[in-house]
């Protein structure tokens, strides 16, 4: 990453990590006290320095997922779904907390710069370039698209299930590119890939040394990931699976592209 690049992110995380520690005293003060007029008139200038930071972020652009964020937190949902004005201010604090901890993860998580800046609708996928199956790619991309949205929107089923769709197909396309020779010599079972559990593909890959042993973490709801589909949409996913997974998914990345 080039220094000057990195200096820059680096400042904006301080600038945000400063921003949150200001807004915790203020959400635990209205949560106990709503109508605390020193702590409204503080609130007041904590928001409009959290809008200009995120209006940086965005590139200016309102159309921007995280510009977006920090409109939606302003916003009570009604009983249909619609969003109606009037949040509470302790609940309006909190939800821009999660914004800027989404800002920081975004800024954090990623080796490709300043994804925040250059998207007007979402942190553009990490390349897949890894992938040998070409016509793969742009599904595996789409995908880690959607799952970044689904767990920003607080949809964790959805993000753990494309995580984890995305964790197989890369594993399955690096175990395919390995061969079946070097597979059987690591105690693969007999079939094709394409036969195998899940959890027997992660098993034999890191058998295989295709990666390391980061898919320990995987909690167990991803590991059953295909259970959980259209035959039980109501299976619970917690906030920390759906992250845990994401995890995963970015250390199993590394593993198969070590010069990223």
Request: net charge negative; with cysteine; charged share 25%.
């Amino acid at each position: 990453m080039d220094k000057s690049l990195q200096s820059q992110i680096k400042t904006y995380l301080s600038h945000l990590d400063g921003l949150i520690r200001r807004g915790l005293p203020l959400r635990d003060t209205l949560a106990t006290d709503p109508s605390n007029e020193p702590a409204i008139a503080a609130t007041r200038v904590w928001q409009e320095d959290c809008g200009v930071t995120i209006n940086q972020l965005s590139g200016g652009s309102k159309a921007h997922w995280l510009a977006r964020s920090f409109s939606q937190a302003f916003l009570m949902r009604s009983a249909n779904g619609h969003a109606v004005e009037g949040a509470a201010p302790a609940e309006i604090v909190k939800r821009l907390l999660d914004v800027l901890e989404q800002a920081i993860a975004s800024l954090s998580g990623t080796d490709d710069g300043p994804i925040i800046s250059a998207s007007s609708t979402a942190p553009p996928p990490h390349r897949f370039d890894f992938v040998h199956n070409l016509e793969l790619r742009p599904v595996v991309e789409q995908a880690y698209t959607d799952s970044r949205l689904a767990l920003e929107q607080g949809d964790y089923g959805s993000a753990l299930l494309t995580t984890c769709g995305i964790l197989e197909a890369i594993v399955t396309d690096a175990l395919e590119h390995k061969g079946p020779v070097a597979l059987a010599s690591s105690g693969a079972p007999a079939g094709k890939i394409a036969d195998w559990s899940f959890d027997t593909r992660l098993t034999v890959a890191e058998k295989a040394g295709v990666i390391r042993s980061g898919c320990a973490r995987l909690p167990d709801v991803g590991r059953r990931y295909r259970d959980h589909g259209e035959h039980d949409s109501k299976a619970e996913v917690s906030e920390r699976d759906a992250r845990r997974a994401g995890q995963v998914l970015h250390v199993v990345m590394r593993d198969l592209d070590p010069g990223r």
